[in-house]
């Protein structure tokens, strides 16, 4: 990944996004897919279907680069669905992009997932057992294996029965020639919206890239939810009725994009809400406040007007990073080259300022951009963070480091602020996190995952103590 | 150029980036141009000297796209210049990209500049007359003749005879196998500064690069100044005495980074003083204030500061907009389907809007933020622009386009307003933006450009009548 | 495919090369593909394995197009094996690249194949049925499930039991992280030869691999042989007894490159020989002797030795025609564009030339030649076949059109003679064909396969009604 | 370059092509240039004129890889220059790609040269001091100056002057948007055609090119001719009396492509004739005679003829060799891996081997071949080159080493011979080889440029003590 920001964050693995009968398909799901470009950066893929057979494209990169205006136009069909892709793992290759392609006994079969199973290394192990060759190390194949080795004729039965195998997070798009399949994970734990657009319907993970392409929303997909559509429409299926809403926190907090809704709450405003909440949480006396850029400008400038402290763009963000960029080596960063932020200095100098970050997960970043600060002259530095410490891994797709990383799963809120060299440090608390995200939305049918600052995980975690057992094979030089 | 908002603004042509004295040029001159991206995306070039001889690279795209760690190790040497370049004319190639370099009677020279000469058709003319030949169509290249036929044998002399025939707009970085020569017009009309890092020195157009790589700020350049590195260090001359400063007052409104200072004003801070004397000169009863990103977001914040009116991010921007991007076909974009920028719902809906620019050149995309605004629910849309507006075109570099394009050239406020469609519509007045820049500031040998706004153009305009009448030879297929 | 020349030839699938047990394992793949670019040069691929783990890079387009510097310094291991790869079908994709590198129960497996099996489609409808998924369209992947759903635990069995349900032609490496197996169909259809450097062993589908990279030549494996390479060293198995050879004839006639032996009996010899005998078969009256570039040269001198007209360069090909080549249209063929090949006036100008050339597919590039021989001033075109006509389709992997576009196995010899213009045509009867091949060898354990003549398959063809029926998805935009 | 046996030749500069009057242009010169590409690999280029303006593209590498079908499309105009490079120094790079396209006095301007002028050096200096700037090594760009600076109103008598200023060889094609006009030295030394194609003309380095698009070969233009090219038709004009004919004898020897004539003589039949007289003058008793390929060919064709003994294909060329080939480590060489050319055992195997090359430059590659052919079995190689011996440097645009390098500058051929291992080695004599190329044509106004074997340079060689002290820029990281 090419962000030192983002290392050093909790990290999303996906987007997918999905249409049915439109002719204008592929440029949806490509300016689709740009507007989820936030949720993946590694890889793109587009599958479409013009009812006989598919024709599809995958590469490494941003969608702008992985497809030209003649990948683009080569697709055809007026159904289809799409795939960002952030890595998670270092198997960072082309073999994993998604969507996934395939024949089997019923034809040809697509699908794009976002998430992460939890159970998917013990049911790989198992097919291999019974013959099944793997080509990727994603959970998306084993999906795949599951439908195809399913007793059931016929496509939404296949799915089902193959749904009630896995457990974890997911939000799924599967395409045959007849069909699209969207399904949602027993809790939610991933988003998945529907819209519409003219006589079409649209399938994503965020809102935003509804209004990218001009589409109606309608309505977030329900956990344990199946959609199926085709020529006889739209029908709404529960492939279980055991389900939990636990939709990640984290997508209010730092993925999601700001204009995106999730569950009909606005991100931009649910951060605003979180910053604000801050402020009353752990109000401090200051001259600026300051958000990381990007994902905590709209908690700072909650922060900033609950407080009635100035908003300032006392932090930089050099917008021209890209997969190419040459790293400093460590004895340039040593001597003050910077990446990609800059600490404005007469934003900063002789100014008491507080720093609002999203999250802390190995506190590495977060010292360096408070060094950044005091270098610019800061008096004193007050890092607010509004989110709960998080303390335990993720297991479903979130790239959260190992346990032992995870600062705030080894040292209290003062170590954690000797650390990172803060003159203050406090978190918002779940309760307060809740009560700015919507708790008034939170009854049995509609929660949040919290797993990451209270390991209530809402599923069991059967893979573990596997995790990072597959076999790897590294491929090199993409492209 | 591949971004529908900077189409409808007025842009800058380049940025420039020079080392002298240091092991680390080479590198320093990739961090310190990767900081001046946002001055010019088209092409990308590096010259290096190690006292002998010269390395070079250049081509089209970004920094990071032009110089991988191949050519990054390949070039050599102590000193060096570089260059980054927004292209003003269809004529888009290679052939432009800068720095320049050649050889003639004394050795080899490398230039680079930043601005536009208002006689260079003249002089180019008369050289060609005198037997000159010309491979590319850009300033620079005259100014290169200017020099290589002067009587002087030494560099200095005459690169002072050659700046005596240029009248324009100019930052000029030249250098030679023994020499660094920087200079600036007898307007500054351009930016430039002076750092220092360790034994070296450095130069730029913007001190967000000396942030960048850890350089400290050492002054600006004074109008008329040249400035000379070599074995005896720095010499400062006055190339002329006839000067009369005059700056770019768009470098402050939209042009520069916000954590650039430019003559000691903080950008962002000059910003954020240009939104709240437009909310004196012009307020409004309104929910929500927004600003349209990146350029107008300071200016929005001094706004709401102002008037006591939430902020918020009413409008948002894809990151991942890059130079591949398919632009959406007219027929797409009347169904909805969104470039690069998209007005948050739950944030404008029902809501009385305060939409902060920066300016209106054309204003076709002001409109559309309007609308866009409106279509997302929006109940009234007042556009608080935070300069002047912009009458006349300019011939020192900025690609405004002609004159029967600038939209308040021809129309009248309350004609701008009704063909953008907002309720109301408001802009700063030239007193207020001087005084919010700073007119403490404002004597005899320091002032502003103000062209564009009152046609008060601080040089005689010779090829204003010619622009457009060079032979052009068109390239294809860059790469 | 990029070359008029050969769309009109019958064309090779495939170029195996395996390594075992040398530190210049990747070097020496590397150097191995590039001396078997002949056979094909649609894609390329190398897995490597370092007894742990696999690295691999796959690509489309020539060997020194798909592996730069980078990609081949990160080829870690001590054996491994390569693959280039023809496209016989539409579906040139990178999907279907090789070598095929998967996950199975016993770990990794990657497999490389030159061949073509004729019940391919049966088994994957069966495989299918069983809840198979198919990634590619290669019977490679055929393969790869059979071996992962033997019941077998040691990969030699389970390779053993694949081996006896598969049917058709094909020389196999499969690579495990303890093993390398190289295996030939039980006709030894496909060319597969043996060798030793240094310490190692290597495999290849010609020998002039090895004299690329200084490695002795050994000998050809077996029909029905299994090689066996692990830490004991080589083991020879035979996976059946039910073996006749029946070696490809048109290894000899077009496929090979004329620096290999295959069988022993080298390739431009046998060459030379088949002039020799179609110039006793059917001597003319001629002035020159010329042969088509680069495959007829061999027989184009041994017909010219052996009736003492003169050899001359009187066909000329462009060396230069890459996969990049714009092909010139239809108008500009017309008005005298040539693609590759140009007739020497001055050397065939008045003159009775015989144009030797390997075979005739379809009539169309003879008919060309002929005509561009007679416009560049032959006087007489006398067309001399180092063949017999193909009469019958190939199963076995090589792409002859179909059999209506067969021009033999419609038209007898004066009908094609008037369908290409000549003055005279004759082709080289089966039997003299096998005696300057070398009869003296064909025994029980050794023979040719002729189906392509005389219609004598060695295997049942069960796959044939079948073909074409395969369920295609169309991967667009490579690389 | 990528070519070890290119490496160890003397290696032409360029080659040229134009195209007056014709809509296929593009075209045209695409297809013309590839036929000469075996002239120069390393840059092309193509200018086009539509009349009114100029639109061209030039690149790094072979034609089919700077020309795909956007930017060939991207040309118009029914006028045109083309040109592919060969860089005979290190500074290979975008920089020198010809043609040179400009500005001047007059309107725009186009040039593409082969050869090489022997007061280039001279002229720069004295342009330099001028006030000319330099912004490549080309002598093109000393020729492009000359004609700007010309008093002449006309672009023929702006040439005509220039081209009485300078010496050496070449042959030369200028455009403007009236006019194209060729030229080609006093002496000759370097091949231009004239030929017709429907209502247009086309002009050629070689003949070749002419078949490749169906044009009509009119004459060879003479030494000191200028035609030009207009509303009114062709003009040939003589720019100087003074004219001597002495075409470089290594374009029959080895540069021009075995189809193409020079001055009415066939090159393969020249370097066949070669070959027979070889043969009379240093026979041998051996069993097969074999070729260098491809160069070699004709000759060896010829000495096989002459004595009766076999020609065989004893050496075989990798055709797949190109600039991304990764070249073999010492160490891989020296433990056999060979870069393109394979011996072939069966061939040479216990047999007295005559191995005919063209020429013998440096004689590490001569070394190099004779020892494989030992390996390979040979039991005696007799070395026989169809050429004298090259004791003296080129300066007229052919890569010779310098004088030192040249084995026959300080070897006899009895060291020559002990230094390449071969049994026995004999060179034809200047006699047999003007014999054999065409001595009846030899008279006043029709002779050859034997320079290099004789050091009669039919110029004076004023730049001879100054070659290398050029100032270099090297250009990095080219594409």
């Not at 069909?77 to 996934?100: D, F, K, W």
């Amino acid at each position: 990944m090419f962000d030192e920001l983002i290392l050093d964050k909790m990290n999303e693995e996906c987007g997918v996004f999905g249409v049915y009968n439109h002719p204008g398909t592929p440029q949806f799901i490509y300016y689709g897919l740009h507007a989820l470009q936030h949720r993946g950066q590694e890889s793109a893929g587009i599958v479409t279907s013009n009812r006989q057979s598919f024709t599809f494209h995958r590469g490494m990169g941003l969608v702008t680069e992985v497809f030209q205006t003649k990948e683009l136009e080569q697709l055809r069909g007026t159904m289809g669905i799409g795939h960002v892709r952030y890595s998670t793992t270092g198997a960072s290759s082309l073999q994993n992009a998604q969507p996934l392609v395939f024949n089997y006994h019923d034809g040809q079969l697509a699908i794009a997932t976002n998430g992460n199973l939890v159970n998917a290394t013990q049911i790989r192990r198992q097919l291999e057992r019974q013959g099944s060759i793997f080509q990727t190390t994603s959970d998306t194949e084993v999906i795949a294996h599951l439908i195809a080795r399913s007793m059931y004729d016929n496509i939404e039965d296949a799915v089902k029965e193959a749904l009630g195998m896995i457990k974890g997070a997911y939000a799924l798009l599967i395409m045959t020639n007849d069909k699209l399949i969207a399904a949602l994970d027993p809790n939610g734990l991933r988003p998945l919206v529907l819209g519409k657009i003219e006589e079409g319907y649209v399938l994503s993970s965020e809102t935003c890239s509804f209004d990218a392409i001009g589409a109606e929303y309608i309505r977030d997909i329900d956990p344990g939810e199946m959609l199926i559509f085709d020529r006889e429409g739209m029908t709404s299926k529960r492939f279980t009725l055991q389900t939990r809403k636990a939709i990640c926190s984290f997508e209010y907090i730092y993925f999601a994009r700001p204009d995106s809704d999730i569950n009909g709450i606005n991100v931009h405003l649910a951060r605003k809400r979180l910053g604000k909440r801050l402020a009353e949480e752990h109000p401090v006396e200051a001259d600026v406040v300051t958000g990381v850029p990007d994902s905590s400008i709209s908690a700072a400038i909650g922060y900033a007007e609950a407080t009635g402290i100035p908003y300032e763009l006392g932090l930089i963000k050099n917008r021209y990073v890209g997969r190419t960029f040459i790293q400093p080596s460590q004895e340039l960063r040593d001597k003050g080259v910077k990446m990609k932020l800059s600490a404005v200095r007469k934003v900063v100098e002789n100014k008491r300022v507080v720093m609002i970050d999203d999250s802390i997960v190995r506190g590495t970043t977060s010292g360096r951009i408070v060094r950044m600060l005091r270098e610019a002259g800061a008096k004193e530095v007050h890092v607010r963070i509004s989110s709960p410490p998080v303390k335990n891994p993720c297991f479903y797709g979130i790239d959260t480091s190992s346990r032992e990383e995870l600062i705030a799963a080894t040292k209290n809120v003062e170590e954690v602020r000797q650390y990172i060299g803060a003159d203050s440090l406090a978190f918002l608390s779940i309760e307060g996190m809740l009560d700015a995200i919507g708790r008034e939305r939170l009854d049995s049918s509609h929660g949040y995952c919290l797993a990451c600052f209270n390991s209530e995980y809402p599923t069991e975690v059967y893979d573990g103590l596997l995790i990072g057992q597959n076999r790897e094979m590294i491929q090199v030089g993409e492209e």
